[in-house]
């Protein structure tokens, strides 16, 4: 028969990452609840639910007649307690060149300069209760403490809200928004090992693998916790993410991809690994015929399989008509395939449309084993 025309890739060994992809969940870098601090009617929502509000900006209004009815009290009971100081001061001020030609007893002018003290005591008790009352006041609207995402109103206008039962509404503020997940104890242990070679990026994915709403700028790591969950043999983290656009909401549960460290490795398709019981394998051309080499293999990069030992520089990887396959059957490399110059990761356009066509067979015999990186680092 005539050799059978594939698509390779030609490999070359370079300094790859080494990925985990978890589970994790969204949570707001504040999330602040927004309450009452006096007790009063509603009298208006100033905001729509569910839009951006700034800090500062106001969200209810509450009944006011009460509190300036009595910052009015509190502002006549000053103005009688500074009459009275004034009263006494002039009263200290007569007596006292009295006093001092003994024309009047010395307990007398004694008792006057007490009540001048008694008096300023009392003005400086007014005023206290006057900026009580203009605190109040001001409590009246109730704004908003952090720029973020208004909730929902938990009070309809007309509600009688108290300081102890006076949630109005919350808010979230989602940029930066946090992501929070866990770790086995291996896993940490690579990520400790990697962080003096400057990994520990982070990024969110979607469900194909691609940048979730970042534009690939990846997250960073800003908690690590300090012991180990007793039940699940984990340990929790949290990393932060850029969030303009809203793309990620607060709760919502999101993949993410730590680079925990960096290896050297060859990168191949994940179609072109096949498995059998004596590990996993891969189709290289050896003097213009198909060869199994047996092949040691790390995690997945992107949607290539991390290759640590098993291949050399050079070596032509077959990578469709794989089911076909039969060890030395010959084989010619089609003429839009890989060159041998051509960069490691560079496929042609047959070689996908081909690795398409086997991508049934191929993830068939491969699936239990590829599937294992992904389940052992998804939580």
């Known amino acids: 028969m005539p050799p059978m025309p594939v698509s390779v890739r030609v490999v070359k060994q370079d300094t790859v990452p080494v990925l985990v992809n978890v589970v994790g969940q969204a949570e707001g870098s504040k999330d602040v609840e927004v309450r009452a601090r006096i007790t009063g009617l509603i009298q208006q929502q100033r905001y729509t639910e569910g839009d951006r509000v700034k800090a500062g900006a106001p969200l209810f209004t509450i009944e006011r007649a009460p509190f300036d009815n009595a910052l009015a009290s509190a502002k006549a009971a000053l103005a009688q307690e500074q009459a009275r100081l004034e009263q006494t001061q002039r009263e200290v001020k007569r007596l006292k060149p009295l006093a001092d030609m003994q024309a009047i007893a010395q307990r007398e002018a004694d008792d006057a300069a007490t009540a001048q003290r008694t008096a300023e005591a009392a003005v400086a008790a007014a005023l206290a209760r006057v900026r009580d009352a203009e605190l109040n006041l001001s409590y009246t609207t109730v704004t908003a403490p952090i720029s973020g995402l208004s909730g929902r109103a938990e ?225």
């Open 155 to 379: 009070k309809s206008l007309g509600s009688l809200v108290s300081a102890s039962d006076g949630l109005l509404t919350k808010v979230v503020q989602t940029d930066p928004i946090w992501v929070r997940f866990s770790f086995s104890e291996s896993e940490m242990a690579q990520l400790q090992a990697g962080k003096a070679a400057g990994a520990a990026a982070v990024k969110l994915l979607n469900a194909d693998g691609t940048p979730l709403g970042t534009n690939g700028v990846s997250g960073k790591l800003n908690f690590t916790g300090s012991s180990v969950d007793a039940r699940l043999g984990t340990v929790q983290l949290r990393a932060s993410f850029a969030n303009p656009d809203l793309n990620v909401l607060p709760g919502q549960f999101v993949k993410a991809q730590v680079q925990v460290a960096t290896q050297r490795a060859w990168l191949v398709p994940q179609a072109a690994v096949a498995s059998s019981e004596q590990g996993k394998t891969v189709w290289t051309i050896r003097d213009g015929k198909a060869t199994p080499t047996p092949v040691e293999v790390g995690g997945w990069v992107g949607r290539d399989w991390a290759v640590l030992k098993g291949l050399k520089d050079g070596d032509q990887v077959i990578t469709d008509n794989l089911i076909k396959m039969r060890p030395g059957a010959a084989v010619k490399v089609k003429e839009a395939g890989a060159g041998a110059g051509a960069p490691p990761g560079a496929t042609s356009a047959s070689a996908s449309a081909s690795a398409s066509a086997s991508a049934l067979s191929a993830v068939s015999a491969s699936a239990p084993v590829a599937s294992a990186p992904a389940s052992a680092a998804t939580r």
